[in-house]
């Protein structure tokens, strides 16, 4: 059965510093999201992203955060400059068109900021 | 601001009994809402989905039930096994299809052997 895929599973970075999320949709999804999850915390929706292009981006998702499809499988959360309040499980989505609406969610990345 | 609450963080069962986990929401535009089952370590695995023009939707031992008047969903798991022992989270959409999830807290079961 395809899955979501993301990598890396873990990654830890100083503060200040550039980290980028990757993630591999499934292969006939056009939908694409990033939703974070803060210990202990609700799941978050920062940004989904349709036809090359930002739908909808949530107050998290500020000057910091940009999404890109840099081809036609990868699809990339980019922080230029984490904080130490960017530690979280960050999960990519995706869902075909004409979905009902069940998005499928990747195992998540781990990002800790120190 | 919830706009998707699970009030309960936790609820323990027996093996073989009914669980039921609760769900309110606060957005009367929302007309699509699921439940997802996360493992620690992995990420949230689709379950079970109802729209707002059903009150119910059941699949296999799992049934989702809205009450749109009530603005209130629960899921029922019938019988509960110690597979099931994971973090349920509800979550709502408006107007189905692509929109964004909004999530509830959600509900850690555990179902004792």
């Known amino acids: 059965e395809p899955e979501v895929t993301q990598t890396p599973s873990h990654q830890v970075t100083q503060m200040g510093q550039e980290v980028i999320l990757r993630c591999v949709p499934i292969?006939?999804?056009?939908?694409f999201y990033w939703y974070r999850q803060i210990l202990g915390q609700k799941v978050e929706f920062l940004v989904s992203?349709?036809?090359?292009?930002?739908?909808?981006k949530s107050e998290i998702f500020d000057d910091q955060f940009s999404v890109e499809r840099p081809d036609g499988s990868n699809f990339t959360l980019k922080i230029r400059s984490t904080k130490l309040e960017d530690s979280a499980m960050y999960f990519c989505?995706?869902?075909?068109?004409?979905?009902?609406?069940?998005?499928?969610f990747g195992p998540g990345t781990r990002l800790t900021v120190t | 601001d919830q706009q998707v609450k699970q009030n309960s963080p936790s609820l323990s069962v027996q093996e073989g009994r009914i669980s039921i986990l609760n769900c309110d929401y606060t957005?009367?535009?929302?007309?699509?809402f699921l439940w997802y089952k996360k493992y620690p370590a992995e990420g949230p695995t689709f379950l079970i989905s109802?729209?707002?023009?059903?009150d119910k939707n059941e699949d296999g031992r799992f049934t989702v039930f809205l009450n749109k008047s009530a603005k209130h969903l629960s899921l029922h798991i019938v019988p509960s096994q110690p597979g099931d022992s994971a973090v349920y989270f509800c979550?709502?959409?408006?107007?189905?299809?692509?929109?964004?999830?909004?999530f509830g807290k959600g509900t850690k079961l555990t179902v004792n052997p």
């Open positions: 989505a995706s869902i075909p068109l004409g979905a009902g609406g069940e998005q499928y």
């Open positions: 292969s006939n999804h056009l939908y």
């Open positions: 992203f349709y036809n090359n292009e930002i739908s909808e």
């Open positions: 957005n009367s535009m929302f007309d699509y």
């Open positions: 109802i729209s707002s023009i059903k």
């Open positions: 979550a709502a959409s408006e107007r189905g299809g692509s929109e964004k999830l909004v």
